[in-house]
């Protein structure tokens, strides 16, 4: 249990384990910037350790039950500790939420699943996080939570830039809403790596398509990562795929307009030239994926 | 500031800096120099033990956040007189020690695996020891360990 006069005598570098929601928020709104918020610590730690962030007062939230839990209904409710590893053996969620449980099956070995959480991975907002695309094809709200307010920004208003959100020093993120797939509905996340673990994404995708008896799509949502400052949903592609059977030349086409909104940048992993075109082929690939999982016949 | 843990069955009160990691806890104030610092970025798995149960890399762990937990590391796994757990068995028996290096965090990501999965294929198994990694490549024998070890544990 630590207490206020540790603070002032650690100075810039603090440890406060917050016990309850009201004791986190009250030192938020305390020290706001001066504060890391400390979740699973597999982005915060290795920062600081590599020296990418200067020494502040970490608060550990671990333990707050007000950012504990899930819940599928009508709309899944997600706590923001939710980890990696919870969204991929919880068979609940992994049925609701089949494209977030195979992004999160895709993130590091099951140590870093064991410990890093879904708030986390949001708010770090890393251009790569794999969660991202599958939190965005699930329509996901984000709710934030200050000592004097609370409010409620969908994920792809959160999300500004490249390790940027709208979170301001005194908020918290608490909880995650995100609608389930429907009836006729498919989706998938794919990610492209040099390896099958362990990997940051060259390039990854989500898709969620809904059809109507007839293999007609008629909601089409596709959000991609590492191919530009935040992941994004292209709404371009989108646009071209509802309405259609998904016919081949449809399909190219919205491949192609995917390659039109994405920004991706050369570095270590891969070019940007490789990752565009990469693009086009994925977004086939998940068309088909979903098709399958909706279970309704293609032309 | 007073950090609490109670590793491999021993209760300890330590005192650690507020950033002090789990991995430098328990080499440097403890001297249980079985964990392994490989990478120390959380990416190779040498420094893996357990935090009530659950397979974490301690290089990343800042040790305040498992105030209060319960610590599990390679050096737990032996019997009191010093005689190897049925996966420390099948370790030695299948030559999955080479340079040994990775050992301690692979015995500690399959301790907490076949805890949930008592009798795994090598499938499962591949997929539990992604988050390691062995520079001598000696995958296959720490695989036919683990079965090994599963074979010979009574059901």
Redo the contacts between chains.
């Keep these: 249990m ?1 207490t206020k006069p ?1 603070i002032e005598a ?1 100075g810039s ?3 406060v ?1 917050a016990e309850n929601l009201a004791e986190a928020l009250a030192t938020l709104a305390q020290l706001g910037p001066k504060v890391t918020i ?1 979740a699973g ?2 982005d915060v ?2 920062q ?3 020296g990418d962030v200067t ?1 502040s ?2 608060l ?1 939230v ?1 333990q707050l039950m007000e950012l504990k839990g899930s819940r599928v209904g009508e709309v899944t409710d997600m706590g923001a500790l939710t980890t990696h590893w919870e969204i991929v053996s919880n068979p609940a969620l992994r049925r609701a939420h089949p494209a977030l449980a195979e992004a999160a099956a895709t993130v ?5 699943q ?2 890093g959480t879904v708030g986390g991975n949001v708010v770090n907002a890393s251009p790569a996080a794999d969660l991202l695309p599958a939190l965005l094809v699930s329509g996901a709200g984000v709710t934030l939570k200050s000592a004097l307010a609370t409010r409620e920004l969908t994920v792809e208003e959160f999300v500004v830039g490249r390790r940027s959100t709208q979170r301001r020093p005194e908020e918290l993120v608490t909880r995650f809403s995100l609608q389930p797939v429907g009836p006729r509905t498919g989706e998938t996340y794919l990610k492209i790596g040099r390896r ?3 990997e940051v994404a060259i390039v990854g995708l989500a898709m969620r398509l809904a059809f109507d008896e007839e293999g007609v799509v008629v909601d089409a949502r596709v959000a991609a990562c590492a191919v530009g400052p935040r992941p994004f949903r292209s709404r371009e592609a989108e646009a071209r795929l509802v309405g259609s059977k998904l016919e081949k030349a449809t399909v190219q086409e919205a491949g192609e307009l995917l390659r039109g909104t994405a920004a991706p940048i050369d570095d270590s992993r891969a070019t940007a030239a490789y990752r565009s075109r990469l693009l086009a082929p994925l977004l086939a690939r998940a068309t088909s994926t979903c098709l399958a999982r909706a279970s309704v016949e293609a032309d | ?1 007073e950090l609490r843990l109670t590793v491999n069955g021993v209760a300890r009160v330590l005192d650690v ?3 002090a ?1 789990l991995l430098g806890v328990l080499r440097d104030s403890l001297f249980l120099t079985g964990t392994k610092r490989g990478c ?4 190779c ?1 040498a420094c ?1 033990v357990l935090v009530d149960g ?4 301690s ?4 040790a ?2 498992v ?1 209060g937990s319960r610590v599990d590391t390679v050096e737990g796994l032996a019997g009191r007189y010093g005689d190897l757990d049925g996966l420390q068995r099948g370790f030695v028996q299948t030559g999955a020690v080479q340079c040994g290096f990775c050992t301690p965090g692979f015995l500690m ?1 399959l301790t ?2 076949m805890s949930e999965n008592p009798d795994p294929n090598a499938d499962e198994l591949r ?7 062995c520079r001598c490549t000696g995958y296959s024998q720490i695989i036919e360990a683990a079965r090994s070890a599963a074979a010979n544990t009574p059901k």
């Design positions: 630590v540790d650690t570098s603090g440890f384990d400390l610590g597999t730690m290795v600081y350790l590599r020494p007062t970490l550990h671990r590091g070995g099951r140590q870093t064991n410990a099958g673990a362990m | 500031m800096r507020p950033h990691t120390d970025e959380g990416e798995g893996t659950s397979a974490v890399d290089c990343i762990v800042a305040l956040s105030n990501t907490a695996f997929t539990a020891i992604a988050g390691n990694i």
